[in-house]
T-cell receptor, first 115, second 110 residues
Framework: DTAVSQTPKYLVTQMGNDKSIKCEQNLGHDTMYWYKQDSKKFLKIMFSYNNKELIINETVPNRFSPKSPDKAHLNLHINSLELGDSAVYFC?????FGTGSNTIYFGEGSWLTVV | QKEVEQNSGPLSVPEGAIASLNCTYSDRGSQSFFWYRQYSGKSPELIMSIYSNGDKEDGRFTAQLNKASQYVSLLIRDSQPSDSATYLCAVNNYGQNFVFGPGTRLSVLP
């Protein structure tokens, strides 16, 4: 069983399109995240939700909109895709948000290529 | 700006040697420290976590933490070619997000 699963794994799309990436975790965790990893492999937080509530919203364009229908799901919608959005997007989850022994678990990643 | 820094590498070691990976962080309030391994084209996977000053050993891996120096390291003993990957240091402050370093690329030569 995949603990954190995200779809699609690969996505090639044209500039200006709108696309969504879906994420689900079956670990019973309260907190979910979206990270972006660019071509230099730098992993950077985008959003974090705790029990469906937005906790972290880093400086990302408004074209990116997360949505958490329940604590097991966190989707990412991207409007008007640009070439610079090409990256790997990782969904992740952790048990809790405010405890020191937290550990974060990643999904397999979604490779987005904008052409 | 809370930062985590690592040498980008590549760090090359011969098979059987000890690989030493280093990480420094800027936020003195950081409480939890993690090492992740990421193979090319794969997602990061947790190797070790450490919360207290000192050493923590797990098999061939030893994590070392020095909060006074804001320094955390990972030693890999008896390095194997299968250890060749990018190693990401991550730091967590209570109630904050996990901040990752840029990663160190390790190459273990047969």
């Amino acid at each position: 069983d995949t603990a954190v699963s995200q779809t699609p794994k690969y996505l090639v799309t044209q500039m200006g399109n709108d696309k969504s990436i879906k994420c689900e975790q079956n670990l019973g965790h309260d907190t979910m995240y979206w990270y972006k990893q660019d071509s230099k492999k730098f992993l950077k937080i985008m959003f974090s939700y705790n029990n469906k509530e937005l906790i972290i919203n880093e400086t990302v364009p408004n074209r990116f909109s997360p949505k958490s229908p329940d604590k097991a799901h966190l989707n990412l919608h991207i409007n008007s895709l640009e070439l610079g959005d090409s990256a790997v997007y990782f969904c992740a989850s952790s048990q809790d948000f405010g405890t020191g022994s937290n550990t974060i678990y990643f999904g397999e990643g979604s490779w987005l290529t904008v052409v | 700006q809370k930062e985590v820094e690592q040498n980008s590498g590549p760090l090359s070691v011969p098979e059987g040697a000890i690989a030493s990976l280093n990480c420094t962080y800027s936020d003195r309030g950081s409480q939890s420290f993690f090492w992740y391994r990421q193979y090319s084209g794969k997602s990061p996977e947790l190797i070790m976590s450490i919360y207290s000053n000192g050493d923590k050993e797990d098999g061939r891996f030893t994590a070392q933490l020095n909060k006074a120096s804001q320094y955390v390291s990972l030693l890999i003993r008896d390095s194997q070619p299968s250890d060749s990957a990018t190693y990401l240091c991550a730091v967590n402050n209570y109630g904050q997000n996990f901040v990752f370093g840029p990663g160190t690329r390790l190459s273990v030569l047969p």
